[in-house]
């Protein structure tokens, strides 16, 4: 049996001054920072202004020379990915991506979530790399970091001016968010589907609004992300389903209602993985759940070095979003057989390549 032993976090977090609708409730350090600094308030103007102010969200532009990355790890699905946005305003506590928040020089915690970096130039790198010679219309996921529709999305639409991009080029492309504001593209999205150009894969963690609330704070409720699924699939948009991720101990006996809400809805397969909280994503999920659920804290916490091989998070390809163990197999075997009965076990098949329809023409290209 694993004992995990909560850490004193105490010369490892700032506490920030107001965390309200976040999901992370400090800031981390960044370990890439030789120094650290913090707000200071003199008391010299309303404190309700400060508290208020100090939890908004910024937006900051960034100029990156591509807008597609390839996707080296062996355990992760599909070759490239895109990411019109850096740090996500869902602020899900687990979420993996934090951490990556680190090299831009912000914390995982709350900076994570009110400090976006925005790539408004997005449409036109990825029509550059698509007008390519080199680009052979593989697959893009969009997303696979942060989430393209987020609540920054409302403000900037670049994942829809992405869509547009794919939708001219005939470039295949999946979708993995938690939020219903993707409907909002359903004339796009009918339009690649025809030609089996995409796939819409909704996260979904739990069907507990408490527990979404405060675990996932600005994504879609779990009754509007059921909604999408069927209004998706109503329109011929093939939907999947990503368990994404399992807690033991704290959503881990949500399984078959989960898959029993996405089945009747309309989708196609689920997938699902295990939580895994490295680096810095582990002092923020001790100390939310320790502030959350605080009689639960201990066991959910060493259910879970239980499945990742006694520590929070495990680093290693297979193994890491899988998990290992009996505690782990026993969750496996309760999704195969919910699936089953759910009819969820569904294969998806490859996405279409059809780039060549409307590659420009090099005799074109001379008048």
Request: aromatic share 8%.
């Amino acid at each position: 049996m694993v004992y995990y032993v909560v850490n004193d976090l105490d010369n490892d977090i700032i506490i920030p001054k107001n965390v309200k609708g976040r999901g992370a409730l400090v800031n981390t350090h960044n370990k890439f920072d030789k120094h650290t600094v913090e707000d200071f308030w003199d008391g010299s103007y309303n404190d309700e202004e400060f508290l208020t102010n100090s939890n908004e969200t910024t937006f900051t532009d960034i100029y990156p020379k591509t807008i597609i990355n390839k996707v080296d790890s062996p355990d992760v699905p599909g070759s490239w990915s895109m990411n019109p946005y850096q740090g996500c305003e869902h602020g899900c506590v687990y979420c993996y991506a934090r951490i990556t928040h680190e090299y831009w020089g912000y914390s995982a915690g709350t900076d994570f979530e009110k400090t976006i970096l925005v790539k408004k130039d997005a449409a036109a790198l990825l029509t550059k790399k698509l007008k390519s010679k080199s680009w052979k219309g593989e697959p893009i996921m969009l997303s696979g970091n942060t989430d393209c529709y987020q609540p920054a999305e409302k403000k900037f639409g670049i994942t829809r001016e992405l869509l547009e991009v794919c939708l001219k080029y005939n470039q295949p492309v999946g979708i993995i968010t938690k939020n219903a504001l993707v409907c909002r593209d359903i004339d796009i999205l009918k339009k690649l589907a025809e030609n089996n150009l995409v796939q819409v894969h909704m996260s979904i963690t739990t069907l507990d609004e408490n527990l979404r609330r405060t675990m996932e704070p600005r994504t879609s409720s779990s009754a509007n992300r059921i909604k999408t699924i069927t209004q998706l699939s109503s329109h011929g948009i093939p939907v999947h389903v990503m368990l994404a991720p399992i807690i033991p101990g704290l959503n881990s006996d949500e399984v078959f209602d989960i898959c029993e809400a996405v089945g009747n809805a309309g989708a196609a397969s689920l997938g699902h993985t295990m939580v895994r909280l490295n680096g810095a994503i582990a002092l923020l999920f001790e100390d939310w759940i320790l502030k959350t659920f605080p009689l639960k804290a201990t066991r959910v916490l060493n259910l879970i070095a239980e499945v990742q091989g006694g520590k929070l998070g495990n680093s290693t390809f297979g193994e890491r979003m899988k998990g290992s163990g009996m505690m782990a197999e026993s969750i496996h075997q309760q999704v195969r057989l919910a699936k089953k009965k759910h009819n969820l076990s569904y294969k998806p098949k490859p996405l279409g390549n059809t780039l060549h329809l409307h590659k420009p023409s090099t005799q074109l290209n001379l008048f």
